[in-house]
């Protein structure tokens, strides 16, 4: 609690916390000061000048802004000579100003035209000042306006010089591009000196949103708007990544024209490129508008019921000739919660199977299994803004300034705090310029480090003895095998030396919180689960869980990747994580979805249900919202899977590489076109609102799934996204408290039991999902392929910045395309001079599965030995490389090694 | 070591060096060679001896004969005649023009009313050796301090003393200092200010130039009185031959044990960094000097949180300008007490001026607080060359105003500048004689804090800039009346509506021109005449019937060919054509030219 003091404004007794701010406390108590640079969540620059009062006591005037609370604090925020001065200053920041309203963007949500008009003070009214010269004469000034920005422009005769873009860029989103350039009246904001196009400027736009003028703008995308002309302002949740990020969407002629952070959790307004300037695949023309059906090998356009009706027909057909089993469905984690709910119901009362998976597979599917054996839960113990205030985090193959720009943000926020950062990734990412420690360990050696790392605890005694007692079970099996992975031996394995395993030891057993952060760099791999219950494992010896900001944090890849597992969209487990084995379980949803029993072996991974097509013992398959032609790996394979399938059926936004091979292709509304939730990374339930109006005769899939079902014979129908919601609180217990209606006013993450329970910020408190925490001993195990003679060099892949996964929506908006646009593969200048190609060159990456045509690009981010291939591009398709070796626990591929070539090509 | 008989002190200030006074030096090292006298004879570079208008420099001791504009040929000059024949070189001494006689030094005029604490080693010692500084007490305060005094005391002997900071806002050193021993925290710093910036003021430099073991010392000291382990000091690039003799006193004191670890054997730690400044004129105010630091742009913050509590890189810090510091060991080994008694009531001790402008005697000064403007300029500075007449002195530099005749007999401390509508500022002293347009004047000034505005705050960059174009029309002749209110409006909401000091005083030579001068600012608008003759567009060039004889010198130096006439006819000049460079007024022996 902090401590309440008594200050006088004009005379009016005011309590107030000490340390607070003046400015704000001085509104908050009906005197409205003005301020033209001040944002509260920026530090105050006080920089415009027009917050000034006087202060009993104190020499001349001071900014509200940049004055604390104290006790006893006699302000005067009115009297005639300070607004005379007030008014002086306005005119001065009106007479550098290109004061042209009527035609500026930022007409009606200008912060100078507010203070102007409050005033009274226009072009010429009231004014006694001249504007400077700016007409760029002699002697006039320097105002340059930088057009460069694939995404913003920056017109120096519409800045008020407030510094908070600068500050917003440096503070927030901890980047540093912008600075002040030149001195007096030539200042003016600059990324990194020059053009913004040449900067490392990365087009978040956090610089944008934080402008209080015109200065900065969004570049239109899908057509100018004044603010006026906006209908409505729709809060929803972004489509990107397992941020979760909450976006405004203003809407104008029912399309979506800007993109805005909204102030609330998990992201208070924070935004990456895609959030933010990535929307304009909504309105693309090339959208499935009706639904396709394809006849002698072409598609022709059709009305629903002929496709719903043929689709029933086909299923029901094969599932009488071959039974359910010859049915499986791949749900997506780019659908809602409520539509991943649907599908698997859908698959499994109405298909009668539980071959029912999606593209987590793909990445966490290690995480969900061994958080699951260690914890009780697969989930990130911590709520992603948390990261901001730990004392020490550990990064290991994340790369999460481009997968997760915005969890990045609290992670660098928390260095500027004082933490500590340790990355432990073989390529040098950005967040390496933050880190404290980085090591680069040989790709695939991770359970030798980690378990380095928790040899020298044991025998440095940095161990958390009580917790380990209380807390944990098979403490004594870990032991003793950890007794031979000295920092010397794992410095042989995976190249860390062992003073930095004893460095990194210390720091992150020793820090108040720490937190673990783990992406795909762990999971994708033959041991992804070993590495998995490996970091559990630590977290539990040093004591690191079940605290605010401490614990172990799988960052989830897309945007309801959390989401659709707890939906189980997975082929054990039916929603909220109760295993379809278990009879009570398959008694307690048979009853909910009114069918006579349900399944009860689990059913066939993605991977398998491609070997099961070619194998024809599957024969219909129903894919929503995935394109495993470019997701999976061994791509070749797929291709060949996807042919043998008798009957294909892809519900999707865009004709993506898979909806090609289908047989119907059904057309399904984007995330801005319906109702739902999205649940992200860090287990929040954030709710997915509609804006704009389906393209063509695109639905919701939760709408065509029932009708589907309706024609198959299957009873199933909702009014509204909300009441499958009730539907999901009603059967999975961790949703159990978890309503629209609650969403509208409070952020709930689950577990939130009941109607009355607060949800839960971290996880694993007291006592954890399982009980005990258990160690489970892992022992290193190299990589299935490894380089030699013909394949010499180690391939991994992953994401960019710029774009998302399958690139579906955005390599359909034009800003991100312009940010990035080819396909490339980072090698290091050593390899590359080995191969005798050049920065630029195109060259030819094989592997035993395939071979691709991509362009080399020169980057130390890679260690010599290594190549990484972002695997977005359907013209050099990543996964065409991939290994398809499955770990044995979770059945995810090898993504992140495989042995490759490169060859220079004529 | 024979004893040395002779030593010959070569001034090596940036001014005298600039004139050549590093070949004089080795000149004279080598006729001490050549003429058989090195064995008796020492020759010394020294720091400033502050009457640069002479320079460069050359004092011959146990004599003292004090030799002026010396050239580097007079180098065997004076080696044959003063030191192998014990005759002084009549004609290089200093001659006061009137008399023509040669002055001993402490007859000068120039030196008669000085009082050296500050400079008290410039130009007396080799900066360049730390030998000689500890021969004249050099860090005896910091021994005394590290052995006799506890952080308490020292903070109590410099509030006796009753020192001032000399950056410009005179704020009470023992304030400062005990603000941050106050503060409870591992890491504290040291702020050396030494980003002197006013137009024509030297104090600082010479300073370190001539005495850089000084300001370690006083560094040093106020490190072990607050909690601190190390120190910057902030100066300007422009300034190598300071930099490089604080380098070499760096490397010295710490050969010495006299900086870096266990300084004299105490386990006390105190080591210094030298930061250069790219010459902003701002980044001598210390909030932005303390972010110029920390690699940011030198942009001033809000105060508070104050540097004391929250200065480089949010850690408690001191920081004080070159002067406050090279008082700070004189009054630790001589005592608060003496110290006190120098001066006046509230303003303690001596100020160094950088006394330049339409003076005789330019250099600079070191005079008890409390000398009067006219014992400076009259006595000191031996008053106006050329037969002018005095008009006004600007103290403060760009950041303070003009002080006129009539107020030639106020004493000079914080209290009385600031009443006058000046300040102190660091010391710079500039005299304008009849001659001098006060409105360009103010525009001059304004000029300088206009385009050294670190752009951050919309008073100081638009309002500078606004006073200035206001200004710029009235030297052309197109000001109206509403100009003055303008003026005084701007002006105010500048001075109290910015953030920092920059800003706030921008406007002070404008305001204190009005002030005294407001006559000649309604001469230029409503007139549209300078009295002084001086803004081009106001002022027209004729020629005298009467006195012109037509020699046509005047019409050859015109570089427009504005001039006409026949020799020895009347010669008239074609306003048309001319530019108004004065050329004509220049060169004309007869007076004929005239301005209008």
């Known amino acids: 609690m902090t401590e309440q003091v008594q200050i006088t404004i004009d005379g009016k007794e005011i309590e107030a916390a000490k340390g607070a701010n003046l400015l704000v406390t001085a509104r908050e108590n009906g005197f409205d000061i003005p301020s033209l640079c001040f944002l509260e969540k920026l530090t105050p620059t006080a920089a415009c000048r027009m917050c000034i009062v006087k202060i009993e006591g104190r020499r001349g005037l001071v900014t509200a802004c940049s004055t604390p609370v104290e006790e006893g604090l006699q302000v005067t925020a009115f009297d005639d000579e300070i607004e005379e001065y007030r008014r002086t200053t306005l005119e001065l920041h009106l007479a550098e100003h290109d004061y042209e309203c009527p035609v500026c963007d930022a007409n009606g949500e200008c912060e100078l035209q507010d203070v102007a008009y409050r005033y009274d003070m226009g072009v010429e009214k009231n004014r006694t000042i001249p504007s400077l010269p700016m007409g760029g004469q002699e002697g006039s000034i320097r105002l340059p306006h930088d057009k460069t920005s694939p995404v913003l422009e920056y017109e120096a005769a519409k800045c008020i010089r407030c510094g908070r873009c600068i500050q917003a860029c440096d503070e927030i989103q901890e980047k540093g591009v912008l600075g002040f350039v030149h001195r007096g009246y030539h200042t003016f904001v600059s990324a990194e000196f020059g053009a913004w196009k040449n900067s490392t400027c990365d087009g978040c736009g956090e610089c944008v949103q934080a402008c209080p003028t015109a200065a900065l703008t969004e570049k239109p995308i899908v057509e100018r708007f004044r603010p006026f002309d906006v209908e409505r302002k729709v809060t929803t949740t972004c489509v990107y990544c397992g941020v979760g990020c909450q976006l405004d969407m203003w809407v104008k002629n029912d399309r979506v024209v800007r993109v805005r952070g909204a102030e609330s959790r998990p992201n208070n307004g924070r ?97 969900v299994a061994g958080l699951g054996m260690a914890f009780g839960s697969g989930a990130m113990t911590n709520s992603i803004p948390e990261l901001a205030d730990a004392d020490c985090i550990l990064v290991t193959g994340a790369n999460v300034t481009e997968t997760h720009p915005v969890t990045a943000t609290y992670i660098k926020n928390a260095v500027r705090k004082g933490a500590k950062l340790i990355v432990v990734d073989p390529r040098k990412i950005d967040l390496v310029d933050h880190a404290h420690i980085w090591v680069r360990q040989n790709s695939g050696s991770d359970v030798a480090w980690i378990n380095g790392i928790m040899h020298v605890i044991i025998e ?33 394995i995976s190249g860390v030396p062992a003073d930095k395993i004893r460095e990194i030891a210390r720091i992150y ?152 091979m289908a047989d119907v292709v059904l057309p399904a509304a984007s995330f801005a076109e319906k109702d739902g939730t999205f649940t992200n990374s860090g ?80 996880m694993h408190k007291d006592e954890f999902k399982r009980g005990k925490g258990k160690f489970h001993p892992v022992d290193y195990l190299p990589p299935a392929e490894r380089p030699d003679h013909n394949f010499p060099l180690v391939l991994s892949t992953g994401r960019m910045l710029y774009h998302y996964h399958t690139a579906t929506m955005t390599r359909r908006s034009q800003p991100l395309n312009t940010f990035a646009k080819d396909a490339y593969v980072e090698i290091n200048a050593e390899d590359l001079d080995q191969i005798g190609a050049c920065d630029g060159c195109r060259v030819r990456v094989i592997t035993r599965r395939g071979d691709i045509e991509i362009f080399a690009r020169k980057s130390d981010r890679v260690a010599a030995g290594t190549v990484f291939i972002p695997f977005h591009f359907h013209e050099s398709p990543a996964n065409r490389l991939t290994n398809d070796v499955l770990d044995p626990v979770a059945k995810i591929p090898e993504l992140k090694v495989a042995a490759c070539r490169i060859e220079k090509m004529e | 070591m024979a004893a040395f008989t002779n030593f010959i002190l070569v001034c090596g200030g940036t001014a005298c060096e600039s004139s050549k006074s590093d070949k004089i030096y080795k000149n004279l090292m080598h006729e001490c060679e050549s003429q058989g006298v090195r064995d008796k004879v020492q020759v010394v570079k020294t720091g400033c001896f502050g009457f640069c208008e002479q320079g460069p420099i050359v004092k011959v001791l146990p004599e003292e004969s004090f030799y002026v504009q010396v050239t580097p040929e007079d180098a065997k000059e004076i080696v044959s005649e003063h030191l192998v024949k014990g005759r002084e070189v009549t004609r290089l001494l200093y001659d006061k023009a009137e008399s023509k006689k040669r002055a001993q030094i402490d007859e000068m005029d120039f030196y008669q009313k000085q009082v050296r604490v500050v400079l008290r080693n ?83 430099r010479s300073t370190l130039e001539g005495d850089p073991h000084s300001i370690l010392e006083a560094m040093t000291i106020a490190g072990y009185t607050v909690g601190a382990n190390f120190g910057y000091i902030y100066i300007r690039a422009e300034y190598p031959l300071a930099i490089n003799r604080l380098k070499i006193a760096m490397n010295q004191a710490r050969e010495y044990g006299l900086l870096g670890d266990n300084i004299l054997d105490t386990g006390f730690n105190f080591d210094i960094e030298i930061r250069l400044g790219a010459g902003a004129f701002v980044c001598g105010e210390e909030t932005a000097l303390l972010r110029s630091i920390e690699g940011e742009r030198g942009m001033p913050t809000p105060r508070p949180p104050f540097p004391a509590t929250k200065g480089v890189f949010g850690q408690p810090t001191v920081i004080n300008n070159v002067e406050t510091w090279a008082n700070i060991p004189i009054i630790l080994m001589k005592g608060g007490e003496w110290f006190s008694k120098i001066g006046t009531e509230d303003s303690k001790g001596t100020k160094v001026f950088a006394l330049t402008g339409k003076i005789r005697n330019s250099g600079l000064v070191e005079v008890p607080m409390g000398t009067t403007l006219r014992e400076i300029v009259f006595d000191i500075g031996g008053g106006i060359p050329n037969g002018k007449e005095f008009k006004a002195v600007q103290t403060g530099g760009p950041s303070g105003g003009v002080i006129t005749k009539d107020y030639l007999d106020t004493p000079i401390d914080y209290v009385h500048l600031q009443e006058l ?176």
């Open chain 1, 271 to 367: 935004l990456c490129v895609k959030g933010r300037f990535g929307y304009e695949f909504i309105h693309n023309p090339e959208r499935l508008k009706r639904p396709l059906v394809k006849r002698n090998g072409k598609f022709f356009e059709t009305d629903w019921d002929e496709a719903l009706d043929l689709v029933a027909s086909r299923f029901n057909q094969i599932r009488r000739d071959y039974g359910s089993d010859a049915l499986a469905g791949l749900s997506s984690a780019k659908c809602t919660n409520e539509e991943n709910y649907i599908f698997q119901k859908f698959v499994r009362a109405v298909f009668g199977t539980n071959n029912v998976d999606h593209c987590a597979r793909l990445c966490h599917a290690p995480t």
């Open chain 1, 460 to 492: 440095e005694e940095l161990l958390d003895k009580k917790f380990i007692a209380e807390r944990t079970e098979n403490f004594e099996e870990l032991k003793q095998t950890l007794s031979q992975y000295t920092p010397e031996k794992v410095e042989e």
């Open chain 1, 509 to 660: 057993a020793n820090s108040p919180a720490s937190s673990i952060v783990y992406a795909m760099g762990i999971t994708q791999h033959t041991t992804g689960t070993d590495n998995v219950l490996s970091l559990a494992n630590l977290a539990m010896v040093a004591g690191q869980i079940g605290r605010e900001s401490t614990g172990v944090n799988p960052l989830r890849g897309q945007n309801n990747v959390q989401g659709a597992g707890d939906m189980a969209a997975l082929p054990n487990i039916f929603p909220g994580y109760q295993k379809v084995t278990d009879a009570e379980s398959r008694k307690k949803f048979a009853r909910e979805w009114k069918v006579d029993s349900l399944p009860a072996e689990p059913g066939l991974t993605v991977t398998e249900i491609m070997n099961a097509a070619l194998d024809k013992q599957v024969r219909g398959l129903y894919i929503m919202g995935e394109n495993p032609m470019l997701s999976d790996p061994n791509l070749q394979h797929v291709d060949e899977a996807l042919k043998e399938v008798d009957f294909l059926v892809v519900q999707d936004i865009f004709l993506s590489e898979t909806a090609r």
């Open chain 1, 683 to 762: 287990r929040s339930v954030l709710r997915v609102r509609q804006a704009v109006s389906p393209a063509g005769n695109a639905k919701p899939d939760w709408q065509i799934i029932t009708e589907l079902a309706q024609r198959m014979g299957y009873s199933m129908s909702y009014f509204s996204a909300s009441e499958i919601m009730d539907e999901i609180s009603r059967v999975a217990g961790i949703y159990g408290g978890i309503s629209y209606k609650r969403l509208e006013k409070e952020e709930l993450h689950w577990p939130c039991p009941t109607a009355d329970h607060p949800g839960t910020l971290y």
């Open chain 2, 122 to 204: 410039c130009g007396v010692i080799n900066p360049e050796d730390i030998n000689e500084y500890l021969g004249r007490d050099g860090y005896v305060a910091l021994e005394k301090a590290l052995f006799e005094m506890k952080p308490d005391d020292i903070i109590e002997e410099l509030k006796t003393a009753g020192l001032r900071g000399r950056g410009g806002a005179g704020f009470p050193t023992w304030m400062k200092w005990n603000f941050t021993k106050k503060v409870e925290d591992d890491q504290k710093y040291i702020v050396c200010n030494a980003d002197e910036g006013d137009p024509g003021a030297y104090m600082d």
């Open chain 2, 421 to 596: 509508g000046s300040i102190m500022g660091s010391g710079g002293m500039i005299v304008m004689d009849e001659d001098d347009c006060m409105v360009d004047v103010s525009k001059f000034y304004l000029g300088f804090t206009v385009d050294e505005s670190c752009g951050k705050c919309a008073p100081c960059r638009v309002g500078g800039r606004t006073l200035y174009n206001i200004l710029e029309r009235i030297t052309e002749g197109e000001g109206e009346m509403e100009d003055l209110d303008r003026i005084k409006s701007i002006a105010q909401a500048t001075q109290k509506a910015s953030l920092c000091g920059l800003g706030q005083t921008a406007p002070n030579p404008i305001i204190s021109t009005i002030t005294y001068f407001e006559d000649e600012y309604k001469a230029h608008i409503k007139d549209k005449r300078c009295p002084a003759g001086h803004c081009k567009k106001l002022i027209t060039y004729h020629i005298l019937p009467d006195k012109c004889i037509g020699c046509g010198l005047c019409a050859r130096r015109c570089p427009t060919n504005a001039i006409s006439g026949e020799i020895r006819q009347l010669h008239t000049i074609d306003q048309e054509l001319c530019i108004k460079c004065g050329e004509c007024y220049n060169v004309c022996k007869f007076d004929a030219v005239y301005v209008r």
